[in-house]
């Protein structure tokens, strides 16, 4: 089975500085999907950013970034110019191309923004 | 954007009744949909997986006769607490994945939530 590690259980940092959310994950898969996402106070779900992993190319979207490493089995995400709305809960989570497409998710990052 | 509309929000009864809780895909077909339960501070954890048409699979040590899942149409899914006990009280969440192209291509796309307290 299928097991996301985040062993960051909180993170903060300065305001407009850029923090990285670690993430590391166990499969024998080769075809999956990787997701971060964010849960705010409100506790919605919200996507942050997906990696295909038959993509070599590190998905952005914005001010976030991933360092997806393969080999080593890491999905790390990267938070630039952070702003108070950042604040939240992050789950990394695993996808498999096939059978039941449920998530996976890790225990997640609580991220604390200092103004 | 696809919306995933979950009812109620928050619903507070008394021990020994059953609760429903409704999730709907407004604007797009779901084959697929399912159901998380979070406890406080922690991550999300899958419950089962709903599928139109067909019984529920649901995971290791969730109770069936307990959490019962009806995928009755492409664009409800619900979920029963039967029999609540102060122990269900949880956050309960329901995801949704378009039946587009490949499914497996889609992203899940997530209810609001439902914060359950069983006094």
């Known amino acids: 089975a299928q097991t996301v590690t985040q062993s960051q259980p909180e993170m903060s940092v300065q305001e407009a500085e850029t923090v990285t959310l670690s993430c590391t994950y166990d499969?024998?898969?080769?075809?999956?999907?990787l997701f971060w996402y964010k849960q705010p106070p409100s506790r919605q779900m919200i996507l942050v950013i997906r990696?295909?992993?038959?993509?070599?190319q590190n998905a952005t979207e914005n001010r976030f970034s991933v360092n997806f490493q393969k080999a080593a089995k890491s999905f790390s995400l990267k938070i630039s110019d952070s702003q108070l709305g950042d604040a939240a809960m992050y789950f990394c989570a695993y996808r498999s191309d096939k059978g039941a497409q449920k998530l996976v998710f890790g225990q997640g990052t609580r991220l604390t923004i200092n103004p | 954007g696809a919306v995933v509309s979950q009812h109620p929000s928050r619903v507070i009864c008394k021990s020994g009744t059953s609760v429903k809780i409704e999730c709907r895909s407004l604007d797009f077909q779901a084959t697929t949909m399912f159901w998380y339960r979070q406890f406080p501070k922690q991550s999300l954890m899958l419950m089962a997986t709903s599928n139109e048409g067909s019984k529920a699979t649901y995971e290791q040590g969730v109770e069936k006769d307990k959490f019962l899942i009806n995928h009755a149409s492409l664009t409800l899914s619900t979920l029963t607490v039967t029999s609540a006990h102060p122990e269900d009280s949880s956050f309960y969440i329901c995801s949704a994945i378009p039946q587009l192209g490949k499914v497996s291509n889609q992203p899940q796309h997530f209810g609001d939530g439902t914060r359950l307290s069983i006094l």
């Open positions: 499969t024998s898969e080769s075809d999956y999907y």
């Open positions: 990696q295909e992993a038959y993509k070599q």
